[in-house]
């Protein structure tokens, strides 16, 4: 297809398409003359991961190339994968000595709950940060124990999105990433929003004196 | 108490704690000589709030002067908290048609759920956006039904909340304030962290192969 249709096919315009090939984040064409080159399915695949690192995650450039330079290379899709959620958000300075001592506790967690704990990865240094702040500011000596709540509440969510899309490692690397990457960052505004709308309920629930017993059965 | 006693008692520093005072989010202390203030409880209260909207949550000096304001005069705890949670974020720009008819359907879910939906709410604003956005992106045509899993996870996360806060409205009403910010977003990382960890397990158990039917009973 020419780089008309291409931009047509994945909602991505002319102008940063020609951006993505000189930036070298999607593979040149067939030449087909001089001036005109012959795109495939594996561009429209590339496009569309690119536009969804670009303007969902914003990721940089470099990030991207990263990302697609690993790919272009065939390295191990869960290696791709690891760098590609390890960069959908910041990262945090390097461990406080009380942050080492929470690393601990969410480490020995993560192997209860049989979770990964990639040193490197970003979501466990975001729990880690996190939870040392909570006891910081909002209950000292919290025992890690009381993050299982939400682990239980995560894993049910993953349980329901896996069930509502069935088959979703039989399409190759490109989607699979774009997929993960639309469905990590889309939908973790809604987790959040439900539970700040569950909060307000409970407020209302409070001021008109219908809130259920705090602690009561449920 | 002297401002000294105060910085140690908030672990806000002296200098800040001025800086507070010029811009009127801390209220003058009682002058006990003409260079000297004395400063009491409600100063704790107020100076920890304020840390926590700023350290934590990332908002403005303006937007602080809003909340500090709207406490001063004594307005409703329910608007203050409004007030409040719906500046712990970014607000998107006016909806566009598509997410006008997206908002219809995630009003009548909400509705459906018995959840709260201010129109000027920035959750129900932030879950409209990103509903829109999955039926752009990924799934189109998806029912507004299909989120009722993040509803449930998060009522699940807000329950075991609640049972482990009894009391959380018996205070007054900066340390409601100041538990709800702190609450909020000290949380979020971490329930988004283990959904991202829990993906992660997915994607290493299908590549051992060890994954269980995606459909199957649990």
Known sequence: MKISELSDQTGVSIA???FYLREGLLRPGTLTAPNQADYGESHVRRARLVRALRE???LSIAQIAAITGALDRGEELYD???VTVDSL???PA???PAQEAAAAEVDRLLATLGLPAREESLARQQLVVSFEAVREMLFPGLPVEALVPYARAAEDVVRAEVA???GIFSVDPEQVLERAVLGLTL????LLAFRRLTHEKLVVDHL???APPEAGPD
């Open 187 to 190: 939908f973790e505004p809604i």
């Open 89 to 91: 958000g910041e990262r």
């Open 16 to 18: 940063t398409l020609k």
């Open 208 to 210: 008109e004196g219908t």
């Open 80 to 82: 791709v994968m690891g």
């Open 94 to 96: 390097a461990f406080t």
């Open 164 to 166: 509502a899309t069935p």
């Open 56 to 58: 969902v995650a914003h």
